[in-house]
């Protein structure tokens, strides 16, 4: 089955900066990556979803970028604001026959310093 | 519109004792997913209905089944509970197959004792 690994765990960064989450998964049938928030004690909620035949997508300060050679997509949130604060979950997958689901990668720990 | 509404919010148990998770969605989504979330885990699949009647084996199904009588619901069971089941559970519906964004319950929080 798939795997997505996720890093860095806990990433601190200054109120303005910009923040970059990296994944990478295994099973190269995955055509679907979508990043979701998760704010303490609240559900997980989509911010921005990529799929394989796109290298890059954008929505206001979020960009996801999309590497299938490599295997790698990231998500990059610039001039980053307080209310960014929260848990950043990636995933991975297929629109297979079985529609199996994601498969999420373990979280990064967004903090943003004042 | 209520989105995926998760019944209950709360709950603790005594190991041994059984018990159903409800979700319900109104968006008239044909695929459903019951997850777990533990501490430096992220989401794990458990069981998963790409439509009414069906249901299959996610990552992690042992100690749960479930159930999808009607389209709009989607049932956990706990049969036996045991401490290790201790988590959040968070229910997820999506209109179409795995590439379609995935609209997630408020979750219940499950304590086994």
């Known amino acids: 089955g798939e795997n997505v690994e996720q890093h860095p765990s806990t990433l601190s960064v200054q109120e303005g900066d910009s923040a970059v989450i990296k994944c990478t998964y295994s099973d190269s049938a995955s055509n679907y990556f979508p990043w979701y928030k998760q704010e303490l004690g609240k559900r997980p909620q989509l911010i921005i979803d990529i799929r394989s035949n796109v290298g890059e997508k954008k929505d206001q300060r979020i960009a996801v970028t999309l590497n299938k050679t490599a295997k790698h997509f990231s998500l990059h949130i610039t001039e980053t604001q307080p209310e960014d604060s929260a848990v950043y979950f990636c995933?991975?997958?297929?629109?297979?026959?079985?529609?199996?689901?994601?498969?999420f990668g373990k979280g990064t720990h967004l903090i943003i310093q004042p | 519109n209520a989105g995926v509404t998760q019944t209950p919010k709360f709950r603790v148990l005594k190991t041994g004792q059984s018990m159903t998770l409800l979700c319900a969605q109104d968006?008239?989504?044909?695929?459903m997913y019951w997850y777990r979330q533990d501490p430096g885990m992220g989401l794990r699949l458990i069981h998963y209905s790409v439509g009414e009647g069906t249901t299959a084996k996610g990552e992690v199904p042992d100690g749960y089944n479930v159930s999808r009588l009607k389209k709009q619901n989607f049932l956990l069971g706990l049969e036996s509970a045991a401490p290790s089941q201790t988590s959040v559970y968070f229910c997820?519906?999506?209109?179409?197959?795995?590439?379609?964004?995935?609209?997630f319950g408020q979750g219940t929080r499950l304590t086994v004792v």
């Open positions: 995933a991975a997958s297929h629109s297979g026959g079985g529609a199996d689901g994601l498969t």
């Open positions: 997820a519906s999506s209109y179409g197959s795995g590439n379609t964004e995935a609209f």
């Open positions: 968006m008239n989504h044909e695929y």
